[in-house]
């Protein structure tokens, strides 16, 4: 793992040692080195290691904030991802894309990136990040003075969630319906949102590592509420 002698022949003969070197200098908090690494892999030439290296580049561009770079990177894994019909990175850099349209205002383009991407997942039937797609397809109808679309997006949200059986899936869900049914004006409907919510958080193991994000996101609605 921690070697640093890693040869391009290597790299396009086992693209995947170039993935997972990366994730470890990911995890391992060494920021220095996954930079490194990724700029080893894109000069690789492994197209599909390329693609790969230029969504983590993205994704830690999001982490930071640094949308100028996160622009660049993001363009560089959905182009290569589109070139090489490989649909799980494809739907990653379709995410990473809707971001970047939010972020410029850009509803229109967000909600195509996000169906897309939805579609993508469909084509694979894969149905992890199913959920989470269709969360912000319903937040971007309620940005656009949609309450119909988004209420239907919630709810299909939630049904894709439950289907899942995993209790943080559906907390982050049912605080994002709290958080609808307020804004809605619907004061009664969010407090029972929010109730299922916590009762969710409860089920879930403060030893995880998700454990700090959701109950941030249950108790800020809670106040919301």
């Not at 939805?118 to 990040?129: A, I």
């Not at 559906?170 to 809605?184: D, K, S």
């Not at 879930?204 to 941030?216: G, I």
Request: net charge negative; proline share 2%; charged share 25%.
């Amino acid at each position: 793992w921690s070697s640093d002698v890693c040869s391009s022949d290597l790299f396009r003969a086992q693209p995947l040692i170039g993935m997972l070197r990366e994730m470890y200098a990911f995890f391992t908090d060494d920021r220095e080195r996954v930079a490194r690494y990724i700029d080893e892999a894109i000069a690789s030439g492994d197209e599909w290691l390329v693609a790969v290296s230029w969504a983590m580049r993205a994704m830690l561009a999001e982490n930071d904030g640094e949308v100028d770079e996160l622009r660049v990177a993001a363009d560089g894994a959905l182009r290569r991802y589109r070139a090489l019909g490989e649909r799980w990175g494809l739907s990653n850099a379709l995410r990473l894309a809707g971001t970047l349209c939010l972020l410029d205002g850009d509803l229109d383009g967000a909600t195509a990136a996000y169906t897309e991407a939805l579609d993508v997942l469909k084509e694979l039937g894969s149905r992890d990040d199913e959920f989470m797609l269709r969360l912000q397809l319903a937040d971007l109808a309620m940005r656009r003075g949609d309450p119909a679309t988004a209420r239907a997006g919630f709810e299909s949200a939630l049904a894709a969630a439950q289907t899942s059986g995993w209790r943080p899936d559906e907390a982050i869900i049912l605080a994002a319906c709290a958080r609808f049914e307020a804004v809605a004006g619907n004061t009664a409907a969010a407090r029972e949102a929010h109730a299922a919510a916590e009762a969710r958080l409860q089920g879930v193991s403060r030893n995880s590592p998700v454990w700090h994000h959701l109950n941030t996101i249950v108790y800020s609605t809670g106040a919301m509420v």
